[in-house]
Structures are given as structure tokens and as C-alpha cells.
């Protein structure tokens, strides 16, 4: 059995009255292509975002490799190996692609002399060509956000995070805006990444997408947890049915 | 960031600027002119690459004249130990000011300067050290000066110009590091550069302490240039004026920072037959320039000299 990469333990978020994810449970292993699902409004961001570090939950605990980084900022979370993209495709809009990368680079070194630098080192900018070629970018380089497709934008996008070598890659409705062609690549592509090493876990709405690509899903609704399993048998509980269908 | 042939041009420029015309009226224009060029690219580092936009700076620049008026004057202390007492005091000042107003957002942020600007500013009209309302005189120019023939003016410009090229070279240097990338991935993508790693509070920090202690190393010379300071020095006016010059010119590239800085120390002196008229002028110039040239006019000089290049078979 591999080891326990991300445990989530009970977690809540509350802003004001609103409960907006309540005690909510789960354990993704290392090599896992883990999935959160729920219908909108289930609470998948904010749950999300609480284990990315960007919000800090109201009540339970977020493990990394059995260590308790609830309160740890997203910046500290990157540090130790948790990478992230967003709903909507980041990157910096005045760079090009290859210069977005060497910036996701230039970002988590936390030594004095890291701030004063003025090069990669050649480590890291084997690294950018790595993950040029990795996301099949190589030929855009010296292109700007602003010129490429959805597919190349979500691939930056993974790429810019993939540049710091993540153990555990959260990804935010990676198929968001993509064509159903496009969705077929992005999954080749990102079952890819964890054939070489990268665990996923990914929220998205495409359940084609989900279903065929996770190992284990969790399905959250109005901010409870609902059930988990492997995708086949997720398809036959009654209660997820009843969250999505409105039935059974 | 500039091409290398900018540093040539400019660098000839400044060393011929006495050749052009001698007098001293000139020369300390230029000279003024090379103050506010250290001042611009201080804020610059705070306004244009982390975009945190304070008017605290008219106040730092202060912090550094006072250091060097009261540490020479009234304590005999060498001019040129009273700049790093000058900078280490705008950066203490820069480290607080950061501490307590960072978290704070957009137009929060801005108020929260002018109230330190404010803070710093009555302090210095009030406090005895500082001698109050009357300021203080008799500043004597650093003792190097006898190398150029006598001729303070002169000897004063080139002193300025040497430091100018020091600091133009550390501003370079800090914003080609890894420290300028992460001012500047903040400023465009503050929650893409958390998630990437970069440690926001300690970056906007240090960017802020580094343009309080250059704008207080300009300060330092700047006293030395008038022989006079009073507390108009440590005015949130001028932190307003190095905003505007910054926005006119052009953030973030030293051009930008040259023209900021020509069309305040030179042009109120052209405009002087006219004063009257001088901030309408100002700010005609202001409203052109945000409305047609969001880069500054720098950068739309640069804009067409490219569309020159391209035309040309």
C-alpha cells in the first residue's frame, strides 16, 4: 500500500453564518488521480482553496505527508510540494511562455542569496526545457498568453506549477472552457504526469473526464460530505444519484 | 527593462552636460535634476515593480536630508557617514511604515502613507533635534570637492552624477534579480505568485524598505546641495510630485524615470515666465498622458521608435 500523500480530517469553512464546507473527510495516496466532485454550490473551491492554502479553515486539519500544514500560506505549501492551478488559466500576461515558466522557477527559493540572484541555475532551467517539452510548448515559447488556444493556455498553466517539481498537483476544473477533443488530450496528458510521478487531485465538472481518469472520488454536496469510492461504484450509490439527479 | 546602448547614450549625455554650458545655473539644474532621478527610481522600485503605490517617499527623502543636515551641522559628523545613518534610518522608518500598512488594499494603502507622511512631517516641524519650523542652515558641501578646480558647481554635478550611476547600477541590479521577478509577478498576478511560491509580505518588505533608504540617500544630497533644509522637505507634496513624474514618464524603465524627473526640476524653471500658468500646464500634461500613453511618455517614444524601425525597407 503507498503512503498517505494529503489527508483531509474534518475540515469546515465558515465565512460569517454561511458554512460553506462542513467536516469533510478524505485520503489521497501517493500515485492516486483523485477526484472531487459535487453540483455547483457543493463547496468543491472553497474546500479547495482551504487545502491549497489560500483560505485557512475554520475547524479541521490538512496532512501532507503526515505533517499538519492546515495553516501553512499557499507560498509554504508550494515549498513543500504542493502545487495548484486555478479555475481559470493564471499566468503572467506581458511574458512570454517560456518566460512564464522561468518565473514559476525564480519563485520558491527561500535562502538569502535566492533574492539576489540573477540566473537560474542549470538545474532549474533544465527544468523549464523539461516541462517545455512535457506540455508540448516547445514550438510556443516565445509566444504570449494572449496568442494561445485553451489546451495550450491549461497546459502553461500545469506547466508553471510543474516547474517546481510537485509531489501532489491540485487541479481546479482543469477542463474548464476545453472542447470534448480537447478534454481527450488534456487526459492523456495529465495521466502522463502521474505515470511519472505526480499525485492529482482534481475538481471538474466534465464527469466523463472524472469518472474515467480517477481512481477515487469523493463527492461533497451543499458543503457535506455525500460518499467515496471508486468511480464505478460511486455511479450505483443512490445518494450521489440523488444529489445530481434531484432522484434516485 | 532597457537596452544597453540607453547606459551609453546617457552616460555621455551627463559627462557633457558641463561642455553644453558652463554656468552654474545650468549645473544645478542638472544636479537637481540627478536628485530627483535617485528619488524616482526609490519609488520606483515601491510604485512601478511592486506596485505599491505610497506618497510616503517626499517624507523618507526627508528622513535622509535631516540625518545629514543634523549629523553635520550640529554634530560635525563627515557627510559621508551621515548617508548610511540616513539610510538606515528611512529603512527602520520604511520596515515600520511596511509592517503596519502592507496588508492594507489598494487606496487603504495610499491614505495609510500620506498619515506616516504626515506623522514624519510634524515631527520634524516640532521637534527640537530638528530645530522646528526654522530648519536647519549652513550645510557645508562634502569635502571632496576641491578636486575640480574650485568650482563647487561643477565639482557638485560631477559628485551627483557619480552617484547617480551607482545607484542606477544597484537599481539594475535588484530588478534583473530574482528579487525584481518577484515584485514584479506580485504586482501582476498576486494570487498566481502565492501560489508559486513566492513569499509576498517579505517581498513588498523588502521592496519597501529598499526605496525608503534610496530615497533617503537622495536626501542626504539633496541637503548638501541647498545648505538648507527646512520641514518642507519631509511634505507628502513631493511624494504626490514623484508619483506624477513617474506616471508622466513611464514606471518601471529608467528612461521613464529621466523624463519624470526633467519635466519636474527643468521644466517649472522654463515655465517660470509663466508661472501663473505652471500647474495648469502640469496637469494637462498628466491628463494627456494617462489618457494617450498609459506607459508614460517614454513609452511611447519607445512605441514609436519601433513603428520608424519597421517602416524602414
Known amino acids: ?248 | 527593462m532597457e537596452r544597453k546602448s540607453l547606459w551609453v547614450w546617457l552616460i555621455v549625455f551627463f559627462a557633457l552636460v558641463p561642455l553644453f554650458s558652463g554656468s552654474d545655473y545650468h549645473l544645478q539644474l542638472a544636479t537637481q535634476l540627478l536628485i530627483f532621478v535617485i528619488l524616482f527610481i526609490g519609488v520606483d522600485i515601491a510604485v512601478g515593480h511592486a506596485g505599491l503605490v505610497s506618497v510616503a517617499h517626499g517624507a523618507l527623502f526627508g528622513v535622509g536630508a535631516y540625518a545629514t543636515a543634523i549629523l553635520t551641522v550640529d554634530h560635525g559628523l563627515n557627510f559621508w557617514l551621515s548617508i548610511p545613518v540616513g539610510i538606515a534610518l528611512a529603512a527602520i522608518f520604511g520596515l515600520l511604515i511596511g509592517i503596519l500598512t502592507l496588508k492594507l488594499a489598494g487606496h487603504y494603502f495610499v491614505i495609510a502613507t500620506m498619515a506616516f507622511a504626515l506623522l514624519i512631517h510634524t515631527a520634524a516641524k516640532n521637534l527640537p533635534i530638528t530645530h522646528g519650523e526654522l530648519g536647519i542652515t549652513n550645510i557645508s558641501k562634502p569635502g571632496v570637492l576641491g578636486l575640480f578646480s574650485g568650482n563647487q558647481a561643477l565639482s557638485f554635478y560631477f559628485l551627483m552624477a557619480i552617484a547617480t550611476l551607482v545607484v542606477v547600477v544597484v537599481y539594475f541590479w535588484l530588478m534583473r534579480s530574482a528579487f525584481g521577478r518577484r515584485l514584479r509577478a506580485i504586482r501582476d498576478n498576486p494570487l498566481l505568485a502565492d501560489a508559486l511560491g513566492i513569499d509576498i509580505s517579505t517581498a513588498k518588505l523588502l521592496a519597501f524598505v529598499a526605496s525608503a533608504s534610496i530615497a533617503a540617500f537622495a536626501g542626504s544630497f539633496h541637503a548638501v546641495f541647498l545648505t538648507y533644509i527646512n520641514p518642507a522637505v519631509t511634505g507628502y507634496e513631493l511624494g504626490f510630485t514623484a508619483l506624477m513624474a513617474l506616471i508622466i514618464g513611464g514606471r518601471t524603465t529608467l528612461g521613464g524615470i529621466i523624463v519624470g524627473a526633467f519635466i519636474f526640476a527643468i521644466l517649472p524653471e522654463m515655465l517660470r515666465d509663466a508661472e501663473q500658468y505652471r500647474l495648469v500646464i502640469m496637469g494637462a500634461i498628466l491628463i494627456v498622458v494617462v489618457q494617450r500613453a498609459p506607459a508614460g511618455i517614454y513609452g511611447k517614444l519607445v512605441d514609436w521608435a519601433g513603428l520608424i524601425r519597421k517602416r524602414r525597407p
Not at chain 1, 478524505?26 to 466532485?37: A, H, K, L, P, T
Not at chain 1, 509566444?143 to 494561445?148: N, S
Not at chain 1, 482534481?202 to 472524472?210: G, R
Request: a neutral charge.
Open chain 1, 1 to 248: 500500500m503507498s503512503e498517505v500523500l494529503l489527508k483531509v480530517d474534518g475540515l469546515s469553512k465558515s465565512f460569517g453564518g454561511l458554512r460553506a464546507v462542513s467536516e469533510v473527510s478524505f485520503s489521497v495516496r501517493e500515485g492516486d488521480i483523485y477526484g472531487v466532485i459535487g453540483p455547483n454550490g457543493a463547496g468543491k473551491s472553497t474546500l479547495f482553496n482551504a487545502i491549497a492554502g489560500v483560505i485557512r479553515p475554520s475547524a479541521g486539519q490538512v496532512y501532507y505527508r503526515g505533517s499538519d500544514v492546515s495553516t501553512l500560506n499557499a507560498f509554504k505549501k508550494c515549498r513543500l510540494g504542493i502545487g495548484r492551478t486555478f479555475q481559470s488559466s493564471q499566468s503572467f500576461s506581458h511574458h512570454t511562455v517560456q518566460e512564464n515558466l522561468q518565473a514559476a522557477a525564480y519563485g520558491p527559493a527561500s535562502s538569502a542569496m535566492s533574492w539576489f540572484r540573477s540566473q537560474l541555475t542549470r538545474d532549474e532551467t533544465r527544468q523549464v526545457e523539461s516541462v517545455l517539452e512535457m506540455t508540448g510548448l516547445t514550438e510556443l515559447r516565445d509566444r504570449y498568453p494572449a496568442d494561445l488556444n485553451n489546451l495550450e493556455l491549461k497546459k502553461l498553466s500545469i506547466g508553471m506549477a510543474l516547474v517546481n517539481q510537485p509531489k501532489l498537483l491540485l487541479l481546479d476544473e482543469p477542463s474548464g472552457g476545453l472542447i470534448e477533443s480537447e478534454v481527450g488530450l488534456l487526459k492523456a496528458f495529465l495521466q502522463g504526469l502521474n505515470r511519472n510521478g505526480v499525485t492529482l487531485v482534481l475538481i471538474d465538472h466534465k464527469m466523463s473526464l472524472v469518472m474515467s481518469i480517477c481512481n477515487e472520488i469523493t463527492v461533497i454536496a451543499a458543503g457535506k460530505y455525500v460518499a467515496s469510492g471508486k468511480p464505478e461504484s460511486l455511479l450505483n450509490n443512490s445518494l450521489v444519484r440523488e444529489v445530481y439527479l434531484g432522484h434516485n
